[in-house]
């Protein structure tokens, strides 16, 4: 095992993904799920996710496990009666709503990562960006912007930045690759002292 991958897995055991559960996502998103899921796994990391089975929300949590890693999954009770929850991993946690959800999948994270996904996986991105600009956590954040999917959002976080919406060090605490083998590294340099939030809008 590389030696970066060795501190990464010190300093960031569990890893939160954040990703589609489509099912109908073309195949460049599922390679770079299932891509994403050995590196982790190969690299001895808890993948923390939503706990579904489906999409590339279910490719990259049998790929970790397939690949020597474990699984937290984190699903609300109403998803998981569709009986979408993935059975077999190391831990599935049934919760009373997606307030809860998504707090125990922050609560359980050292790092986060954003694959491509839809209007769920957009709003798991801004909420963890916010809460960090808030002070409410100082763990690393990156997007991994596959087949350039994500560029339309990062152009236009510099939108914000450039109209005084957005401080850039408050940008700045997002990393940014384009492939699933670049985000052991990149946590390794990304950002973590945390913000003054007072400060936040100056």
Same mark, same amino acid.
């Given at each position: ?18 990703? /589609? $559960?489509? =099912?109908?996502?073309?195949? #460049? ?7 994403? !899921?050995?590196?982790? *796994? ?9 706990? /579904? $089975?489906? =999409?590339?929300?279910?490719? #990259? ?7 020597? !890693?474990?699984?937290? *999954? ?129």
């Amino acid at each position: 095992m590389p030696h970066a991958d060795i501190e990464t897995k010190t300093k960031f055991q569990n890893i939160c993904v954040y990703c /589609g $559960s489509s =099912g109908r996502a073309p195949d #460049v998103y599922k390679d770079a799920a299932v891509l994403m !899921g050995k590196i982790l *796994g190969e690299a001895g990391h808890t993948l923390v996710y939503g706990g /579904g $089975s489906v =999409g590339l929300m279910g490719l #990259v949590a049998n790929s970790t496990l397939s690949n020597g !890693g474990t699984a937290i *999954g984190i699903i609300p009770r109403h998803i998981e009666a569709r009986e979408i929850g993935h059975p077999d991993l190391t831990e599935l946690h049934v919760v009373d709503s997606m307030h809860v959800r998504k707090q125990m999948m922050v609560d359980r994270s050292d790092a986060f990562i954003i694959l491509p996904g839809g209007i769920g996986t957009m709003d798991e991105f801004f909420e963890i960006m916010t809460w960090r600009q808030l002070g409410l956590h100082d763990k690393p954040i990156v997007i991994v912007n596959v087949n350039g999917y994500w560029t339309t959002i990062i152009e236009t976080l510099e939108v914000m930045v450039r109209e005084k919406f957005l401080r850039q060090e408050d940008r700045d605490t997002v990393m940014v690759v384009e492939r699933p083998e670049d985000v052991l590294e990149a946590l390794q340099i990304a950002p973590r002292e945390m913000l003054d939030p007072k400060t936040k809008w100056i």
